[in-house]
């Protein structure tokens, strides 16, 4: 199935003391362009829209222009929400596309083999998305007491990418915009027309760049990744 990639980057980096977190430096390259190389590398995406603010397009055009990022087909701009950021890309994705796979900029760590079996999941379900199971007991609390201990085995931590059929991602934006609904979450669409998401299993190592100690935990992380790769070889 023919699967185009959304990556959203539109956001206003209010955690980063103002600084574009997805265009900071990483490994040899900057966030961005590690997150776009992850995407150009798997078989399955066929091409890359990215959501954006104006004044980043053309940083972020440079950057994929020196990392040969083929896939890259057109930009969008972003929204209000990040509902709408995506309402936006979806408008430049290619017409013959079967498959959406939304994905955090500023998640630059995911790994090109996850990518594929989150869209691999997708296209058996309808909609799939990557996560890993919580470590940490997990309590509700209202007013400042504990009211619940929910049973951590059924927790996850969500994640990126989330993959869904085209029909059934439409079908879901349009109930949103019918009923004023406005979701921070992929997975929140489809759920809301009744159909059941897959939760693929991924790793630890795809965190979102949110704050400025993720950069130096996605450096470490990064140098690890490479070793390995290294090693391997």
């Given at each position: 199935?023919?699967?185009?990639?959304?990556?959203?980057?539109?956001?206003?980096?209010?955690?980063?003391?103002?600084?574009?977190?997805?265009l900071?430096?990483?490994?040899?390259?900057?966030?961005?362009?590690?997150?776009?190389?992850?995407?150009q590398?798997?078989?399955?995406?066929?091409?890359?829209?990215?959501?954006?603010?104006?004044?980043?397009?053309?940083?972020?055009?440079?950057?994929?222009?020196?990392?040969?990022?083929?896939?890259?087909?057109?930009?969008?701009?972003?929204?209000?929400?990040?509902?709408?950021?995506?309402?936006?890309g979806?408008?430049?994705?290619?017409?013959?596309?079967?498959?959406?796979?939304?994905?955090d900029?500023?998640?630059?760590?995911?790994?090109?083999?996850?990518?594929?079996?989150?869209?691999?999941?997708?296209?058996?379900?309808?909609?799939a998305?990557?996560?890993?199971?919580?470590?940490?007991?997990?309590?509700?609390?209202?007013?400042g007491?504990?009211?619940?201990?929910?049973?951590?085995?059924?927790?996850?931590?969500?994640?990126?990418?989330?993959?869904?059929?085209?029909?059934?991602?439409?079908?879901?934006?349009?109930?949103?915009?019918?009923?004023?609904?406005?979701?921070?979450?992929?997975?929140?669409?489809?759920?809301?027309?009744?159909?059941?998401?897959?939760?693929?299993?991924?790793?630890?190592?795809?965190?979102?760049?949110?704050?400025?100690?993720d950069?130096?935990?996605?450096?470490?992380?990064?140098?690890?990744?490479?070793?390995?790769?290294?090693?391997e070889?």
């Open positions: 199935m023919k699967t185009s990639a959304i990556i959203v980057c539109a956001g206003n980096s209010s955690r980063m003391m103002g600084v574009n977190k997805i900071l430096p990483l490994g040899d390259s900057v966030v961005i362009g590690c997150t776009l190389s992850a995407f590398q798997c078989e399955s995406i066929d091409d890359i829209v990215v959501v954006c603010r104006e004044q980043d397009r053309e940083a972020i055009k440079n950057t994929a222009e020196k990392l040969n990022i083929t896939k890259l087909h057109n930009f969008a701009s972003g929204g209000s929400t990040r509902q709408e950021s995506v309402i936006n979806l408008r430049k994705i290619s017409p013959d596309t079967e498959m959406i796979a939304v994905h900029g500023a998640r630059p760590l995911i790994n090109p083999k996850y990518i594929e079996k989150t869209i691999k999941d997708a296209s058996v379900f309808g909609g998305v990557l996560g890993v199971p919580v470590k940490d007991t997990i309590k509700v609390v209202h007013d007491l504990i009211e619940d201990t929910p049973h951590r085995p059924s927790l996850y931590i969500t994640q990126t990418p989330q993959v869904f059929k085209r029909r059934l991602y439409f079908e879901g934006v349009d109930f949103a915009l019918e009923h004023g609904l406005d979701f921070t979450d992929d997975c929140q669409l489809i759920e809301s027309i009744g159909i059941k998401v897959y939760m693929t299993t991924g790793d630890y190592t795809n965190i979102k760049i949110t704050t400025p100690e950069i130096k935990i996605a450096e470490v992380l990064l140098a690890e990744i490479k070793k390995e790769g290294e090693t070889k």
